[in-house]
DNA sequence: CTCTCCCT
């Protein structure tokens, strides 16, 4: 971009050299052009051999050395899965666990050798499998509930270790102690080049570093070579499992250029559709271009924009060489539309040579692969997700991101052809920046992990060995989360409701509140219709809570009018979660999903509405499985019920609110004389959100309980979903808690 | 009147 005086280029950088090793060489796009000469293949005999004789491998693979799909072959061919053992390898997405399977398995050639299983979906036979490739939230089910040592595995490979999952994190842990057990169970952890160090210091001993002059070559020693622990060391070189190595591969991704601005910009959207169209314009390299933004709103803006430019005659774009496609891609989109940037392009793009200017959210920095990217426009900013255990409130802040990053996001070019990659910042922005962002387990609510790490009888939660140690305060948040809602005892131990949570696959506010509601169908005093009606209502508000963006959010004045008129029939002006509740009457009387029109007009999400479904039956199957009986929650008692609506509304509604709250008592906000909402617990303003139904068409309430709590524009914490409540159950439902 | 992304 030589006329482009915006940016300047301090070096050329082969971004695979420090790349942290991004995302599978699997998610969307199979490269199977990559066949049969992968990197990884030239280390072969080394792996093996490090296996042999150590107990931990760290593998440090970048991007497209094929690690993913081929160690497990290795391994599999070198006789690790001979007995009944398997070897298992962990992803931290679904969609990567079953397509690395079905690579794998069309591979080998034989499927009933290769198979996954993540939550609902299972296509490993355990009598003839081999090869298993499972999420680290399965793994970690299975290790809690009915392998806790892991029995099955011979080997288990962690893959994209360096994201530092919450999950990830927590089957580390798990894994150290099953080897205090099991030392010849194989550990594969593949990671980056920064952390693999890290790794290798959280499962093995340290070797006793020299000082002084030595020091330098020692630790180029301890970080390459292998993690010897000589004082336990047989001379007969005898495998010692306690002991670990790294192994590097390289990766096979392309030269990327990075520039830089001189100067921060002041508005990162106009400057990032600018340097788009710019590129366009100039580049003489085929290939698309990716741009990172922050929010599905800052990409619609974008999107518009460029259209604008692009389509105004008079625009210097129309100059250019090609016509060019806007797309948008976020996570709350339909899904036709954000299927578009994978689809290959269709045969008008094709003869008009035209370029796709693809505008996304953080979901293609590791989530996605977006094929064909040869630029890549960095506005160095993303949406970060940070716990507040003083508050108690979730937040989305907007910050700086990391190196690791901003590198990766560079590297989304590159994997097809040399790469560009424009950072609106300088390179004293970058050199600024943290090299790496928190891990999640620093940044996030811990009661689930808590919880999780009791069931697998840890006592004090303080001894369990994690690799990054969450903050204290935050710790005592989940413990005392825990305890209020009755899953701990005074010696912080399970108490028989806790145990039973274990069980639950929603997070414990959830598991309590479905508790609640099979209490209350069972109790004596509860009216015939509301116990016909309870279960399947909370399960049909669990299932909504697990599920975002259900409803499309109107833009305009003119939508917001006819979102008005969509709801009035469902609404109730209790709050949110009734009115959720009503949605999913039409559906439930009918036994019939909505069509696409019905939801276009009622501004509902209808893939996400047939996910809630999905997510609500698999619950009640749950539930039925573990609480048994004749009941028939979602079936044709609630059908006619809901129907006919006969019953008496209010009861239905205070009933459901009453089971909300024995949940999520600590989220519940009182009306200050301000007429601010102000949580109880810590006295913090609140604002019901725009999106809530109680903005819009509620009464006001003394009292309100809130689902969750987000950041809102102009400062100030919004909650969502909320709904009135009486101050009196607080007392019922949380004696102990609200005095 | 404005919610990043995963997972059991």
């Not at 696959?505 to 016909?532: G, H, I, N, Q």
């Not at 003394?702 to 979903?721: E, H, L, M, S």
Request: hydrophobic share 35%; proline share 4%; with cysteine.
């Amino acid at each position: 971009m030589a006329n482009d005086p915006g940016f300047w280029r301090p070096s050329s950088s082969d971004v695979g050299d420090d790349l942290l090793a991004g995302e599978n060489e699997n998610n969307f796009v199979l490269q199977s052009s990559l066949s049969n000469f992968l990197p990884i293949s030239a280390h072969r005999t080394q792996i093996l051999y490090a296996l042999e004789q150590y107990g931990v491998l760290v593998l440090v693979g970048e991007t497209g050395c094929g690690k993913s799909t081929q160690i497990p072959q290795f391994l599999y061919e070198n006789g690790w899965a001979d007995s009944s053992k398997c070897i298992i390898c962990t992803q931290p997405r679904r969609i990567a666990a079953m397509t690395l399977a079905d690579r794998v398995a069309s591979e080998i050639g034989d499927s009933s050798l290769v198979g996954y299983s993540v939550r609902f979906a299972s296509t490993f036979n355990p009598t003839t499998g081999k090869i298993r490739f499972v999420t680290d939230g399965w793994l970690l089910r299975e290790t809690t509930l009915a392998d806790p040592l892991l029995k099955q595995a011979s080997v288990l490979i962690i893959d994209e270790a360096h994201e530092r999952s919450l999950n990830t994190e927590l089957l580390l842990g798990v894994v150290k102690k099953i080897r205090r057990v099991r030392p010849e169970l194989r550990l594969v952890v593949c990671s980056a080049t920064l952390d693999a160090e890290s790794f290798l210091d959280f499962f093995c001993k340290k070797t006793t570093r020299k000082k002084g002059t030595d020091e330098a070559a020692t630790r180029k020693r301890s970080r390459w070579g292998p993690r010897v622990d000589t004082s336990e060391r047989d001379e007969g070189g005898k495998p010692c499992l306690t002991e670990g190595t790294i192994i590097s591969v390289d990766g096979r991704q392309h030269p990327v250029d990075i520039l830089y601005q001189k100067e921060p910009v002041s508005d990162y959207v106009k400057t990032v559709v600018d340097t788009a169209l710019q590129i366009h314009e100039s580049s003489d390299m085929d290939g698309d271009i990716l741009c990172f933004l922050t929010t599905g709103e800052e990409v619609d803006e974008a999107v518009e924009m460029a259209e604008t430019i692009v389509s105004n005659p008079n625009s210097r774009t129309r100059k250019g060489k090609g016509p060019c496609v806007c797309l948008p891609l976020y996570a709350g989109l339909p899904a036709n539309s954000q299927r578009q940037p994978f689809l290959p392009k269709s045969s008008d793009e094709v003869k008009s040579n035209s370029r796709r200017i693809i505008f996304s959210t953080n979901i293609a920095e590791t989530s996605v692969t977006v094929p064909n990217i040869a630029h890549v426009v960095d506005c160095g900013f993303a949406k970060m997700p940070y716990f507040d255990p003083d508050t108690g409130f979730d937040r989305l802040i907007t910050c700086a991101i990391s190196q690791a990053s901003a590198k990766q996001r560079a590297g989304r070019s590159g994997r097809v052809m040399p790469g560009k990659c424009y950072r609106l910042f300088s390179e004293k922005n970058f050199e600024s920046l943290q090299t790496e962002s928190a891990p999640e387990i620093q940044r996030t609510n811990l009661t689930s992990l808590i919880l999780t790490i009791k069931a697998l009888g840890v006592s004090n939660v303080l001894s369990f060995d994690l690799m990054s140690v969450p903050s204290v305060e935050a710790l005592a948040h989940g413990v005392e989360c825990l305890y209020a809602l009755g899953a701990l005892d005074d010696e912080a131990e399970l108490t028989e409701l806790g145990k039973e949570m274990v069980y639950f696959s929603t997070e414990p506010r959830v598991s309590r509140m479905l508790l609640a509601a099979l209490d209350m169908e069972s109790r004596e005093e509860t009216p015939s219709m509301v116990k016909r009606l309870i279960v399947g209502d909370c399960l049909t508000v669990a299932a909504s809570i697990q599920v975002r963006n259900l409803f499309i959010r109107p833009r305009t004045e003119n939508q917001w009018r006819k979102y008005d008129e969509a709801v009035s029939d469902i609404l109730d002006r209790s709050g949110d979660h009734v009115t959720m509740l009503h949605l999913f009457d039409l559906v439930d009387h009918t036994n019939k999903m909505l069509s696409g029109e019905e939801c276009r007009e009622r501004f509902v999400n209808r893939v996400a509405m047939q996910r809630v479904l999905d997510v609500r039956s698999r619950l009640a199957r749950f539930l039925h499985s573990r609480f048994g009986g004749g009941s028939n929650w979602l079936g044709t008692k609630r059908q006619e019920v809901v129907g006919s609506q006969t019953y008496d509304s209010e009861e239905r509604s205070e009933a459901v609110r009453r089971c909300v709250t024995a949940g999520f008592f600590m989220n519940v906000a009182k009306l200050g004389s301000d007429g601010q909402y102000y949580s109880l617990r810590g006295n913090f303003a609140l604002s019901i959100s725009s999106t809530s139904v109680l903005h819009r068409y509620g009464e006001s309430s003394d009292y309100i309980v809130f689902g969750g709590t987000y950041d809102a524009n102009r400062g100030g914490v919004d909650c969502k979903p909320n709904s009135t409540i009486c101050g009196s159950w607080l007392r019922q439902l949380a004696p102990h808690y609200w005095r």
